[in-house]
């Protein structure tokens, strides 16, 4: 076990559940790094804690730290999405994530680890091992990976309570509640300030102001574009547009989201009432560019936009909205007519308590690689084409 007695502790295994924004941060900060976290968990009335580091960055000596942390001879879990077991071999019930515990230790190392958590990679077979149902220390920890935009796969051991204060004070280990993690999003939003605004003249809208909000704990700005000077006592005309870099930026055929932001763009600066552009960074519906690359390539071997997501361990859609709810309630709009094909934008938006007076539906045409895309948004997500 690597020791550095001069590590202050970063905080204390004491810590109340109440959502602990800036330590969700540190710790996603963490499981990118491929460090080691601790997450606790309440089951039946008792405190479960687990040590975890992310599968995906796994290095061999983050690997190695943790097995250390295990009592002798114990295997790490590998928490891995159910349809990735399945694929697997193993034929497991409905619970969306299962571990896998292998019975000989040294049959896993960090290489063996990527292979069974991403689904792009092949593995030539399983070790032998049992399965069993994650904690929910495990299932907040797959929550705190998805936050960190990694794949949805961890790997955990067990750590008792008196362990727990030393790993936190001596390793300068980072030790949270699985409720914070899983109040993270909401207390986020909730949290959002506008720090910075300016005018920028668009090609399409040259009377635009960007405003940008920024949450408490640092995370990413989400923008709102507002174009002229709409008025706030009428149903104000918007666009929730979802970050897509190779879309709105690199100009990609692969999806319709150039085409959407700047005909947004058009239409509300030509409708002469202004309105307003929500930019969120919800980068490939909420799963991150990386994870979208990853599902473009399993699309390229056959599954569709919804299943490739499903494969990777994801929900076909992660994103939220109450971060674009809580900014029009900053800007003072609280009714919207919303620039959308997509039903669950107007539910989203109103269970946070905005008015959606009207739906404007906003189509362009396919452009030859996008079809199937289209098609499968309307065949299988409800969207209104
Ligand atoms: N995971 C994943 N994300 C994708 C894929 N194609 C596009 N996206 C992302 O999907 C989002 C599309 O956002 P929007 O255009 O705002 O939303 P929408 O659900 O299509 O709804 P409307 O355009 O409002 O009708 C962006 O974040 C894109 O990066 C894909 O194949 N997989
Ligand atoms: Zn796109």
Redesign the pocket.
């Known amino acids: 076990m690597t020791q550095s007695s001069a590590a202050p502790a970063r905080n204390n295994a004491n810590l109340t559940p109440a959502t602990d924004l800036v330590t969700v941060s540190r710790a996603v900060a963490d499981l990118r790094r491929g460090e080691i976290v601790l997450v606790q968990g309440h089951e039946n009335g008792e405190a479960h804690n687990v040590a975890v580091i992310a599968a995906e960055p796994l290095s061999r000596i983050g690997f190695d730290r943790l097995c250390d942390i295990a009592s002798d001879g114990v295997s790490p879990a590998i928490v891995i999405p159910r349809v990735r077991a399945k694929s697997l071999g193993q034929a497991c019930k409905n619970d969306p994530f299962i571990a896998f515990v292998s019975e000989d230790r040294t049959a896993i190392d960090a290489d063996r680890l990527g292979q069974i958590a991403n689904p792009l990679l092949d593995l030539d077979a399983l070790p032998k091992g049992d399965w069993r149902p994650v904690s929910v220390a495990e299932s907040a920890a797959i929550r705190l990976a998805k936050l960190a935009r990694l794949l949805p796969a961890v790997v955990t051991v067990a750590v008792a309570a008196d362990q727990l204060e030393s790993l936190v004070r001596v390793q300068n280990l980072l030790v949270l509640q699985s409720e914070s993690i899983n109040g993270y999003e909401n207390a986020s939003a909730a949290s959002l300030r506008q720090v910075s605004e300016a005018r920028v003249p668009l090609e399409d809208a040259e009377n635009a102001t960007v405003i940008a909000f920024r949450p408490e704990d640092g995370g990413q700005e989400h923008l709102a574009i507002v174009i002229d000077e709409p008025a706030k006592d009428k149903p104000v005309l918007i666009r929730?547009?979802?970050?897509?870099f190779?879309?709105d930026l690199i100009g990609s055929l692969?999806?319709?989201?150039g085409p959407?932001l700047r005909g947004a763009i058009s239409e509300i600066a030509r409708n002469g009432q202004g309105g307003i552009v929500l930019y969120l960074r919800?980068?490939?519906?909420g799963?991150g560019l990386v994870?979208?690359l990853r599902?473009?390539a399993l699309?390229d071997r056959g599954f569709d936009?919804l299943d490739?997501?499903e494969e990777l361990g994801f929900d076909a859609?992660e994103r939220v909205y109450r971060p674009a709810a809580e900014m029009l309630r900053q800007l003072g709009f609280e009714s919207v007519r919303l620039?959308?094909?997509?039903p669950e934008?107007m539910t989203g938006l109103e269970s946070w308590g905005v008015k959606v007076s009207e739906r404007v539906p906003?189509k362009f045409p396919s452009n030859g690689h996008n079809e199937f895309?289209l098609q499968t948004?309307k065949d299988r997500?409800g969207?209104l084409f």
């Not at 692969?254 to 989201?257: A, E, H, P, T, V």
Request: proline share 0%; glycine share 6%; charged share 25%.
């Open positions: 929730l547009h979802s970050e897509c190779t879309g692969r999806c319709d989201c959407q919800q980068e490939g519906r799963i994870n979208k599902a473009y699309q936009t490739a997501n859609d620039l959308t094909n997509n934008k906003h895309y948004k997500a969207h």
